[in-house]
């Protein structure tokens, strides 16, 4: 008897241990994943409007926490539709063939003050490749407007290479019309019930 509760008891602690943290829900008309890229001299700016995210922090307990994304690449959007029909074409995106990228957390760590570090794999086109991501904790509030619920607020700023993941063959970067450098920014806001 004393070792069938022993057993209980173990397991219930082992289940104790992979508890994820709170869910956040993206508030995602306060959210965005921005990018920069060079075209010739000037900066082209843009966004991807559709895209979803599960999300679970507790910043006190960051190894239970995971943030996981799915973009869709049709959405890209840089105020010119020629040239957004082009990103989505096999010259770049190939959006038909690879309708979204997506990464998927592995690991989040405290890397000091309000500064996290998320490890995972980005995925974009063919290509998987490891990412380590350093990102913001703004905080969490109670939301102004629902009593009811806690806010909270993410920024990450990083930089690819979309040749690595081949959104683009170089042609046009050796033409020095596209850089292959591409700053990326994505900012969140995200709500959970108290």
Request: no cysteine; aromatic share 12%.
């Amino acid at each position: 008897m004393k070792r069938i509760i022993y057993i209980a008891f173990s397991l219930l602690l082992l289940g104790q241990t992979h508890v994820m943290a709170h869910e956040w829900k993206t508030d995602l008309s306060h959210s965005g994943i921005l990018f920069e890229i060079k075209h010739i001299y000037s900066t082209v700016r843009g966004h991807f409007s559709d895209f979803t995210g599960e999300v679970f922090f507790d910043p006190d307990n960051p190894e239970k926490s995971q943030f996981d994304f799915v973009v869709k690449v049709d959405s890209i959007n840089t105020n010119n539709g020629k040239r957004d029909n082009h990103l989505r074409s096999d010259d770049f995106f190939a959006a038909s063939m690879y309708p979204v990228m997506t990464f998927k957390s592995s690991r989040v760590s405290h890397a000091g003050g309000n500064k996290y570090v998320l490890e995972g794999k980005m995925t974009i086109r063919d290509v998987t490749k490891d990412m380590v991501l350093e990102f913001i904790y703004w905080g969490q509030k109670e939301n102004p407007f629902k009593k009811n619920e806690m806010v909270a607020g993410f920024d990450t700023r990083f930089n690819i290479n979309r040749l690595d993941f081949n959104v683009g063959d170089g042609k046009f970067h050796k033409m020095g019309v596209v850089g292959k450098d591409v700053d990326i920014l994505i900012s969140l806001e995200v709500v959970r019930k108290k």
